[in-house]
């Protein structure tokens, strides 16, 4: 049995406890039954029109794939498995120009009266203003980029006023945070989109599918964040990605570069 069913091994931690307990049990539970190895994959840019649906047409047919391949060479047609993949294959990229053509569709129609976004939108449509992205850029140089931001920042305001504050007014108090249920945790981990981040222990859909046992310890982390008024470090980590703010801009720049942030799942929920 896993720690994150049995209440009394985590009712008396806190956080950053519950947090490390909840990452370390699903590691240890994926790695026993799926063992980490290493493959190769190509990695492309997101597109917008790639929903849910997409995804899970995307994971049929490779499964389809691996069932064929494993029965003969995908060149025999006279195999059932290989018969049944083609099929798939062919609804599959069917789909794919189904929602790309909706997509452009729609938002084309949507921008006819802003013709500034109209042109954008055709600029995207045909991959025109593109830069490639510079490996001249690295951790450190952004790192160093906003590090001196916000040293100019303190530099600039060093002799400015302390900040005042508006006392509140009397009656106006927060007592406590209405305790989250196993029922609350269950339906927003439902309504999740179908992805994650580098940092989340478990994907998202498979979250979805196991939500109702990690319900009640899911439940005990939340709560034990709102009433302390602590976030667990843990959900404080980010992975950074940097984007180029525009795409007429210098990608050899620092100052061209937008640092977005993704946060784990666990931590868009408790927030």
């Known amino acids: 049995m896993s720690a994150l069913s049995d209440v009394r091994q985590y009712e008396h931690l ?78 599959y990229f069917t789909l794919l120009q189904q929602k790309r053509s909706d997509f452009w569709t729609k938002r084309l129609d949507a921008d006819q009266s802003r013709p500034r976004r109209l042109w954008r939108s055709f600029d995207e449509l045909l991959g025109r203003g593109q830069a490639p992205l510079s490996s001249d850029i690295d951790a450190s140089t952004l790192h160093r980029l906003f590090d001196d931001k916000v040293a100019g920042v303190r530099a600039s305001t060093d002799g400015a006023d302390s900040p005042t504050f508006t006392t509140v007014p009397v009656g106006c108090e927060l007592q406590l945070f209405t305790p989250v249920s196993s029922a609350d945790v269950v339906e927003l981990v439902k309504k999740l989109p179908d992805k994650q981040c580098t940092s989340d222990p478990l994907p998202t859909w498979l979250l979805k599918q196991s939500v109702e046992v990690l319900a009640p310890f899911l439940c005990r982390l939340f709560n034990w964040s709102l009433q302390s008024g602590t976030v667990p470090l843990t959900f404080k980590f980010a992975y950074i990605t940097p984007l180029l703010k525009k795409a007429d801009l210098d990608p050899a720049d620092a100052k061209s570069y937008r640092p977005i942030s993704n946060l784990c799942v666990t931590s868009k929920l408790l927030e």
């Open 14 to 91: 806190d956080g950053d406890a519950l947090a490390k307990l909840y990452n370390d049990s699903i590691a240890g539970l994926l790695d026993k039954q799926i063992p980490v190895r290493q493959v190769m994959c190509r990695r492309r840019p997101s597109t917008m029109w790639f929903d849910d649906e997409c995804c899970r047409a995307q994971r049929v047919l490779r499964s389809m794939d691996r069932a064929a391949r494993r029965t003969g060479p995908l060149s025999d047609n006279n195999l059932p498995a290989v018969a049944a993949w083609r099929v798939q294959r062919r609804q």
